[in-house]
């Protein structure tokens, strides 16, 4: 069983920047795909980025690209997301994932953190 820790959340202004993180606490952590999504009230669970085991191949949902940036460091078990130039529509509560294949499919991550709020104002 893989739990899954998230913070750095909270509230900044427009334009601003915040880094989540994600602990995990599986030593298989670094075979792991790992993914961040996010939901926003009253809207489905959408893909932002996801990582692959090495840390080689990253993929982002267009409305993040060139924005934000999934990192891993496997030696902390820990995988981060660098959030740039914030704009009041990343409003959202943000989850890390685990899964074994880099997907942007939410159903093929099998483990969850309890996610972190980040609230964007203009």
């Known amino acids: 069983q893989v739990q899954l820790v998230e913070s750095g959340g909270g509230l900044v202004q427009a334009g601003d920047s915040l880094r989540l993180s994600c602990a995990a606490s599986?030593?298989?952590?670094?075979?792991?795909?790992m993914g961040w999504f996010r939901q926003a009230p009253g809207k489905e669970r959408e893909f932002v980025a996801f990582?692959?085991?090495?840390?080689?191949?990253?993929y982002y949902a267009d409305s993040v690209k060139g924005r934000f940036t999934i990192s891993r460091d496997n030696a902390k078990n820990t995988v981060y997301l660098q959030m740039n130039s914030l704009k009041p529509e990343d409003t959202a509560v943000y989850y890390c994932?685990?899964?074994?294949?880099?997907?942007?499919?939410?159903?093929?991550?099998?483990?969850w953190g309890q996610g972190t709020q980040v609230t964007v104002s203009s």
């Open positions: 994932a685990a899964g074994l294949y880099p997907t942007t499919s939410a159903s093929r991550y099998a483990y």
């Open positions: 599986e030593r298989t952590f670094s075979s792991r795909t």
């Open positions: 990582i692959n085991w090495t840390g080689g191949s990253t």
